[in-house]
């Protein structure tokens, strides 16, 4: 293990080393077209000097330090998500800037055009890929000149690619804590309950076809399955593999309580308008009770300096972000 860092700070030393080093052997500097790009010089074989070498090669303590970024701070992004980028990261900016104008006591900006039909869950996801416009505008200098819709497409490329990434990455741990010396990585059994059990939910819970089961987790019909409505695999397998598991795992009554309680949470959150769940997603956040979180957001300004003195200075600042937001969207 001495070649495994055990802290961050080990962590940052091995850049630090890796980075000094590197440095010595390739300055950077720009194309014509702001492009970074970098010039090493090397003598070839039986060559008399040495000469320039011009690359877009990017050093490893910065692939690390990218890699730790995302690993620490990404997370996978599903399609239909990416599609709306655009829309997250404006909603997101509309609301920093709200915030900032409310806590120098300015009048808020405008509400953007596009954001007619944007949601609470836009701005959660805006703010969610903000890092990515960091790492963006510190490798590209015009990023913010960039025209909006171009710096949304290059943020959900990076998207895209971090998805390549995070999952090469949870491909990476499994081989090397659980890989065979032969035959790599076993049909993960782990994986296929997950689905079965998922299959399970969605029928028993969500109660949906077998044809919306098998669609949602990618379980392709049959033509004998098309021409009947069905999905015999997810019916006969998935479904009642899953429902077995979950009764193993909870007992008979166990199993019975957590289908009936996730229907009426179900129907609860289906049931609640945008704003308490907005209030929810706060309280999840913040790790703090969901009734408390609604006194921070929208209580009196009694009962908002009465749970603000309980908090401390990390807790405080999150509260105070969260009660700015609700003014913003539901005032």
Same mark, same amino acid.
């Given at each position: 293990m001495a070649n495994v860092p055990e802290n961050m700070q080990q962590l940052l030393n091995m850049l630090q080393d890796t980075a000094t080093q590197e440095t010595d052997a390739a300055d950077r500097f720009r194309l014509s077209n702001d492009q970074l790009a970098r010039i090493a010089f090397k003598r070839e074989k039986n060559g008399q000097y040495p000469t320039a070498a011009i690359? +877009?090669?990017? *050093?490893?303590?910065?692939?690390?330090? !990218?890699?730790? @970024?995302?690993? +620490?701070? %990404?997370?996978?992004?599903e399609m239909e998500d990416l599609l709306r980028v655009d829309r997250a990261l404006l909603a997101a900016r509309w609301s920093k800037q709200t915030l900032k104008a409310l806590a120098e006591g300015e009048s808020e900006p405008e509400v953007p055009?596009? @954001?007619?039909?944007?949601?609470?869950e836009d701005t959660f996801? %805006?703010? %969610?890929? !903000?890092?990515?416009?960091? @790492?963006?505008?510190?490798?590209? *200098?015009d990023f913010d000149d960039l025209p909006y819709m171009d710096q949304a497409a290059l943020v959900s490329r990076v998207l895209e690619k971090s998805n390549v990434f995070l999952d090469a990455l949870r491909e990476l741990a499994l081989c090397v804590q659980h890989a065979d010396p032969y035959e790599g990585l076993p049909n993960n059994p782990v994986k296929k309950a997950a689905r079965?059990?998922?299959?399970a939910e969605l029928r028993y819970i969500e109660e949906l076809t077998y044809v919306e089961i098998g669609k949602r987790l990618g379980i392709n019909q049959s033509s004998k399955d098309e021409d009947r409505n069905d999905n015999y695999r997810v019916r006969e397998q998935l479904v009642k593999r899953g429902r077995e598991i979950l009764k193993s795992a909870l007992g008979e009554d166990g199993y019975e309580q957590y289908v009936n309680s996730s229907k009426a949470e179900k129907d609860r959150w289906r049931s609640m308008v945008d704003g308490s769940r907005y209030i929810e997603r706060w309280a999840e956040m913040l790790n703090m009770p969901t009734e408390r979180m609604r006194r921070v957001m929208v209580g009196t300004n009694e009962e908002w300096a009465e749970e603000a003195a309980a908090l401390d200075e990390r807790e405080l600042f999150g509260a105070v972000m969260a009660r700015a937001s609700w003014q913003q969207f539901f005032k």
């Open positions: 690359s +877009l090669h990017v *050093p490893r303590a910065e692939q690390a330090i !990218m890699a730790a @970024l995302v690993a +620490l701070q %990404g997370t996978r992004v055009a596009r @954001l007619d039909k944007a949601t609470s996801s %805006g703010y %969610g890929y !903000m890092y990515v416009e960091d @790492l963006l505008r510190h490798y590209r *200098p079965d059990v998922r299959a």
